[in-house]
């Protein structure tokens, strides 16, 4: 069978570049075993933050006196927290399979291979296309440790299909994934500690935020071990995990009910055959240039599979890129500009430079903090909890970098995104008129 365009799986990238391809009359072959929508929706950003919520009503449930409402009880119903969750899942993913039968997409239910580089092999059959996008996403990490093999260590996917609130959970990894599931579990009432190899939790993360954030969840509960390293994992006669882990040349250890592993996400390349259609490769990912083009002309990697950064939204702009280059048409994308944000109690969100980064860059910034304690909307939510951070070029004023931390940081960062994309400075954020009471005014008196 022959297409205008293959593109192999059905995450946000494939899915969504596989919908504006038939929108620009291309015919359009989609591969994919799983269920379309990829880690994202199945088993990543979408289930994650429904628990997210749910740890997010238990958080204001737990101080409802704060806000007069006295002998107030409840209890967690475990079961149905699993079914919003799945249902959830299942209303976006019947919404993809609805886009893909709209733009009379070929979807297959199987995972291609490369047979040479204009054909791909899957179910038995052969297909062949003008472009090929490889956007097969990614799979979790795990350290090479002894005992990282045992059926007790979960991954993420693992721990989001737990039958139960763990009594006492281990994280390995102080990443996005590991601060979020330990936000969360922390809320349900599980005893959490995370180990965190590099001196601060969420390393691509502003110091700053980092820091606050470690000592806000801290002090609901959470242990958090940083420059710690996992040495290997057992399961003593009680069938606890015991994680041991070298801080500062000594060896501890901490024992927990439940253990989850999270130390990142790798390209998922196993199985697709790129020797065979000579597409260049490392462990990092598959190699292409900025137009996401490999050193194959008419193939294209987008997303997780590319190693450049993985986050589903790069990912659906990756294949907009590539879709472009494909019909020969020019964007403004910019992937210098790319927020992101992780949902703890309280919420933190970034986009462009950090303070770090400014330095190791030369470029001379000056700083504007404000603090959500003195936000009036922030104050009336019960969340005084939070820090925002900007940073200005000396040269000429341009907004290059924001941190957040507090309530609604997430929406705050695109806010900022959406500001820095058109090369906004100081003195014009400063001049906009911002609505009151908004969380968003700390934008503007980080400004002042």
């Given at each position: 069978m022959h297409s205008d365009l293959i593109i192999i799986g059905g995450g946000p990238g494939g899915y969504e570049t596989a919908a504006a391809a038939a929108g620009r009359g291309l015919s359009v072959t989609l591969f994919d075993a799983q269920h379309l929508g990829g880690t994202c929706l199945n088993e990543g950003c979408i289930p994650t933050k429904c628990l997210c919520k749910d740890a997010e009503v238990l958080s204001e449930m737990k101080r409802s006196d704060e806000f007069g409402v006295d002998d107030f009880t409840f209890s967690i119903d475990w079961n149905k927290v699993c079914a919003r969750k799945a249902a959830v899942v299942d209303t976006l993913r019947q919404g993809v399979e609805g886009l893909m039968a709209a733009g009379k997409i070929n979807v297959v239910k199987e995972w291609a291979s490369f047979k040479d580089a204009r054909t791909v092999t899957a179910g038995g059959e052969d297909y062949t296309a003008e472009n090929i996008i490889i956007a097969s996403g990614s799979v979790s990490k795990s350290l090479p440790i002894p005992g990282a093999e045992l059926e007790c260590v979960m991954d993420s996917t693992a721990i989001l299909n737990i039958d139960h609130i763990p009594e006492s959970l281990t994280i390995i990894g102080g990443g996005v994934i590991g601060m979020e599931f330990a936000a969360v579990f922390n809320s349900f009432g599980s005893k959490v500690t995370v180990i965190?190899?590099?001196?601060?939790?969420?390393?691509?993360?502003?110091?700053?935020?980092?820091?606050?954030?470690?000592?806000?969840?801290?002090?609901?509960?959470?242990?958090?071990?940083?420059?710690?390293?996992?040495?290997?994992?057992?399961?003593?006669?009680?069938?606890?995990?015991?994680?041991?882990?070298?801080?500062?040349?000594?060896?501890?250890?901490?024992?927990?009910?439940?253990?989850?592993?999270?130390?990142?996400?790798?390209?998922?390349?196993?199985?697709?055959?790129?020797?065979?259609?000579?597409?260049?490769?490392?462990?990092?990912?598959?190699?292409?240039?900025?137009?996401?083009?490999?050193?194959?002309?008419?193939?294209?990697?987008?997303?997780?599979?590319?190693?450049?950064?993985?986050?589903?939204?790069?990912?659906?702009?990756?294949?907009?890129?590539?879709?472009?280059?494909?019909?020969?048409?020019?964007?403004?994308?910019?992937?210098?500009?790319?927020?992101?944000?992780?949902?703890?109690?309280?919420?933190?969100?970034?986009?462009?430079?950090?303070?770090?980064?400014?330095?190791?860059?030369?470029?001379?910034?000056?700083?504007?903090?404000?603090?959500?304690?003195?936000?009036?909307?922030?104050?009336?939510?019960?969340?005084?909890?939070?820090?925002?951070?900007?940073?200005?070029?000396?040269?000429?004023?341009?907004?290059?970098?924001?941190?957040?931390?507090?309530?609604?940081?997430?929406?705050?960062?695109?806010?900022?995104?959406?500001?820095?994309?058109?090369?906004?400075?100081?003195?014009?954020?400063?001049?906009?008129?911002?609505?009151?009471?908004?969380?968003?005014?700390?934008?503007?008196?980080?400004?002042?």
């Open positions: 965190e190899f590099m001196k601060q939790i969420l390393p691509p993360f502003d110091s700053d935020i980092a820091k606050r954030l470690k000592q806000t969840l801290s002090k609901k509960g959470i242990e958090i071990v940083t420059g710690a390293a996992a040495k290997k994992i057992e399961q003593n006669a009680d069938y606890e995990i015991v994680v041991t882990y070298e801080l500062k040349g000594k060896e501890q250890t901490v024992v927990s009910s439940d253990l989850l592993m999270a130390v990142g996400r790798g390209p998922r390349l196993e199985g697709l055959n790129l020797e065979a259609a000579g597409v260049e490769y490392t462990k990092k990912g598959i190699v292409c240039d900025d137009y996401m083009r490999t050193n194959v002309p008419h193939i294209f990697a987008i997303g997780d599979c590319n190693g450049k950064m993985m986050l589903a939204h790069v990912a659906s702009y990756q294949g907009l890129r590539a879709l472009n280059t494909i019909t020969g048409k020019e964007d403004g994308i910019r992937f210098d500009l790319v927020p992101s944000a992780v949902f703890t109690v309280p919420e933190c969100g970034m986009v462009g430079l950090t303070e770090e980064q400014c330095k190791a860059q030369g470029i001379s910034v000056k700083k504007g903090q404000s603090f959500f304690r003195a936000n009036g909307k922030a104050l009336t939510m019960g969340e005084p909890d939070g820090i925002c951070k900007l940073l200005f070029s000396e040269d000429d004023g341009r907004l290059v970098g924001a941190h957040i931390m507090g309530v609604q940081a997430a929406d705050l960062a695109q806010q900022c995104a959406d500001l820095m994309n058109f090369n906004a400075t100081r003195q014009q954020i400063a001049d906009i008129i911002f609505g009151h009471p908004t969380v968003s005014e700390v934008i503007v008196a980080a400004c002042h």
